[in-house]
């Protein structure tokens, strides 16, 4: 019922115009710059500082679009996603404030190219490698990093790195936010959020940047995908030796997969650095690169929406239901197991898995349909 | 029926042997196939035939021996560098990337002649256009000449069986081959679609294709090949004209099992 409502649903927006749909979702965009001035009341996060949940779920979805290149695009099951956001967050705080003090935005674009590369060096040798052995690698992989980082004074340490430099400020203008009388939304003079101000109180324009960022991938993702790369990295994980005999070098084109993924953890990692201002090892936990990799597989794997909705589902929920903090875990599994064996997919599938399916169902529900009809004609 | 003009040899096999551990998958074989004739490669079970076609697709590599391709040596070559020198392979039990769309499978073989890369694609530079589009109408006219057009957005794996074979044909043509290796493509037909088949090998090869076939069928080897290789145990027991091959004692006594001499 719901799948075909949904369905249904999609067909109108594709019927749509062009025009409608550019401005489809450029009001849906507004909305989203708008969310944390609006604080509705039952999205908006109590307890919490909602801007700040907000900037936390958008850095999720930086990983969950970066992860998915390689997990759900190029088929690389990686457990250790959390050693590139590691890699990028700990460049940011060494060049910014441990031993230099570079500006953010000169840090970012180094702290981005140095994941990269660590990326390919981890590949060039791993990515020989296929399923299994390779998460058990990447996992390796992440604790390495942690663990150094946690021996290493000239990395901190486990004290870790403090006053990590924010992006520059331009207060340009204050904006109010608005607070809800019931239902009854009101503007609130007091409360106001400075354009763009990056401060310690005020997560809100972190927000925006991070929005700005996971809007700029999805485009990206979009491009790359509808491409000569995109088709390669979908037929090696189909079917890696097929891919190899159809002339696509998949060594290649799996290092380039990876070193993607590793870019986009990277500039994820050295904006959630440069928010945080202070990290530290704990940061970088195993759980991570488990709550990474949940988020894909839960939003739908190889599909961008998808893990967009699984990065909201693992980071926003747990934020706003805060009250059941201590029965987090339990509850958050128990979602899982319901999940993988009522939508094994995850939420969001790529539209050609549903379609597969579908077809399948449907071939299931013919032959079915034959056997019984034999079984009669028997009896 | 002879038609085999002595053209040029597109590929040349040169006393290959392929050592697996004790066994000796082939045994210094030998032969070689014209521009733009039809070479059937038949043997009983096991005899080696698959063996052969890895080791010219670069999936094995030779132990001895050489295999040239227009006279260019392709052993230590990477596969993907194989098929874009013009060696373009179908697999004995289907390998299509069964969750891309039958148009995206041929484009993928297609792509095996392209060089857009990630700032092309990021960027939508000429180059990613103009490929994409090159690669999106040779796609389309493949799909057409095998007739499967009609279901170019169809995932691969809904496919009839029928269909996916030939669009394992379609995807190596797209590769934009002068060497096509079909390996046992009538497997699992019956009859009337392997007369359609033999047609269709033929019309590939009236495009200008040279192409290798493996096939088990007596008939539709017999019917569509210029000449014919029979291998026996990794070696080659007997080379020739169709009509010479149905005579030869040695072939005729490895296909009915009568006591062989070569102990191997």
């Known amino acids: 019922m719901t799948n075909k409502s949904s369905a249904g649903f999609r067909q109108r927006i594709i019927a749509l115009p062009k025009p409608a749909k550019i401005a489809l979702w450029v009001a849906l965009a507004v909305l989203a710059y708008a969310l944390p001035l609006l604080e509705p009341p039952l999205i908006s996060t109590p307890g919490t500082d909602f801007g700040g949940v907000l900037f936390t779920v958008t850095v999720y979805c930086m990983v969950a679009l970066g992860l998915n290149i390689v997990v759900g695009y190029a088929g690389l099951l990686d457990l250790g996603y959390v050693g590139f956001y590691a890699i990028g967050a700990y460049t940011a705080a060494i060049l910014t404030s441990f031993h230099a003090s570079w500006p953010l935005l000169l840090a970012i674009p180094v702290a981005v190219a140095v994941t990269m590369v660590s990326g390919v060096l981890l590949g060039a040798p791993t990515l020989r490698v296929r399923g299994d052995y390779l998460a058990i690698v990447t996992l390796g992989f992440g604790e390495i990093i942690r663990l150094t980082a946690v021996n290493i004074e000239w990395l901190g340490a486990a004290k870790g790195i403090s006053a990590i430099q924010r992006p520059p400020s331009i207060e340009l203008f204050e904006i109010p936010h608005l607070f809800w009388d019931g239902a009854v939304p009101l503007v609130d003079p007091d409360d106001t959020t400075t354009f763009l101000e990056f401060g310690v109180l005020d997560q809100i324009p972190y927000y925006w940047l991070g929005l700005t960022v996971v809007i700029v991938l999805l485009f990206a993702d979009r491009l790359i995908k509808d491409s000569r790369v995109g088709r390669a990295w979908e037929a090696t994980r189909e079917d890696e030796d097929a891919a190899e005999l159809m002339g696509v070098p998949t060594f290649r084109f799996k290092l380039l997969a990876f070193s993607t993924g590793a870019f986009i953890g990277g500039l994820a990692g050295a904006l959630y650095a440069s928010r945080q201002s202070f990290i530290n090892p704990m940061s970088f936990l195993l759980l991570f690169s488990i709550l990474f990799l949940a988020a894909v597989v839960v939003g739908g794997q190889g599909n961008r929406w998808g893990v967009i909705v699984g990065a909201i589902v693992v980071a926003y929920l747990p934020e706003r239901f805060r009250e059941f903090s201590e029965f987090r875990v339990l509850v958050f599994g128990l979602a899982l197991m319901l999940l993988s064996s009522f939508r094994p997919e995850g939420l969001l599938p790529p539209r050609r898995t549903v379609r597969a399916k579908q077809l399948e169902h449907e071939i299931e529900a013919l032959e079915e349909g034959q056997l019984e009809e034999e079984e009669a004609a028997r009896g | ?264």
């Open chain 2, 1 to 264: 029926m002879a038609e085999s003009a002595p053209g040029r040899r597109v590929l040349e096999v040169d006393a290959l042997t392929l050592q697996f551990g004790g066994l000796r998958a082939l045994d210094d074989v030998s032969f070689h196939i014209n521009e733009g004739e039809i070479l059937g490669l038949i043997g009983p079970n096991g005899a080696g035939k698959t063996t052969c076609f890895n080791a010219v697709t670069g999936v094995y590599r030779p132990t001895g021996g050489d295999i040239r391709f227009n006279g260019e040596s392709i052993v230590g070559r990477k596969r993907f560098q194989i098929t874009q020198m013009g060696i373009a392979r179908t697999f004995q039990n289907i390998r299509l990337f069964r969750s891309m769309t039958a148009l995206e499978n041929v484009m993928v073989g297609a792509d095996a002649n392209h060089k857009t890369g990630m700032l092309s694609a990021l960027f939508r530079l000429p180059r990613h256009r103009v490929e994409e589009q090159q690669g999106h109408d040779r796609a389309m006219e493949l799909l057409r000449f095998m007739g499967i057009h009609r279901h170019a957005d169809e995932l691969a794996a809904n496919l009839s069986y029928g269909d996916q074979r030939r669009l394992e044909i379609a995807r190596a043509m797209a590769t934009d081959p002068k060497l096509i290796c079909l390996d046992e493509p009538a497997a699992g037909f019956n009859p009337a679609e392997k007369v359609q088949l033999m047609e269709l090998i033929r019309k590939v090869r009236d495009q200008g294709y040279t192409v290798l076939l493996i096939e088990h069928d007596m008939r539709l080897v017999m019917g569509v090949t210029d000449r014919i290789v029979v291998l026996e145990f990794g070696r080659k027991i007997a080379e020739g004209l169709p009509d010479e091959i149905r005579d030869n004692p040695a072939v005729i006594a490895a296909y009915l099992g009568v006591d062989e001499e070569d102990a191997s």
